[in-house]
């Protein structure tokens, strides 16, 4: 797993505790929870993020720095980047939270990121936590930095579809791979119509980028286009790569006098 962290633990019993949940612990007595580091992790992140958006906006004032922040921590952001790194499949979870899918549950994956932030700082320090939260969230920041409190893609759509449209969005998705390391591709249409595909590392991240690509070719489209039905066309989108970080001078400059009021 360290290789899709970005991290080599010097010591492994830091990462063992980040994904034990505490249904564990109340069956395994002496086990230690990962709430702590959970504690820990919460703070190294917002630190991380905080800095990063700070350095990249030196004009945006504090209003818009904050919701950008509160785009990349907030807990459904997280289980996403959770779920893409394969942290589900190795959750020590109680037989109760088994069960009821706790290896999927948005709540305890954005939890156990954040305890692995904890980890990891104790670890390696700042620098080493810096460098995990950038390597697996560094996208997500730019994103976020892009249009704070916006509309997410699948909103966007959801809305074009529905105002402009008068018809209902759907998705199809299908996996593949093995457990701890699936690739999912999801196509949207629109009146049984395929618009956009998209490849991500989660279902709701393939959802999001074929969205996305569906966005685009809608409102892109000529609206008298003669062969727009018939041409059927899709546009892929994947996913960044989130180990090549886009320079300060690559990043449009943030908004300050038009963003509305924190």
Known sequence: MADRIGHVFADPELLVVAVCHRSWCAENPGGTSNERLEFLGDAVLGAVVAEELYRRFPTADEGWLSRARATVVRATTLAEAAEELGLGAE???????EATGGREKPSIL???LEALFGAVHLDGGRPASQAVVMHLLGSRIEAASGEPGHLDDKSRLQEHASRVLREPVSYRVVDSGPEHDKTFVATVRIHGRPLGTGTGRSKKQA?????????????SEPPDAPDAEAAEAQITVSPPDTTDRTTPADVPSAPNDEAPNA
């Open 110 to 112: 954005a939890d156990a």
């Open 91 to 97: 959750l020590r979870l109680g037989k109760g939270e």
């Open 207 to 219: 959802e999001q980028l074929a969205a996305r690509a569906a966005y685009l070719a809608l409102t």
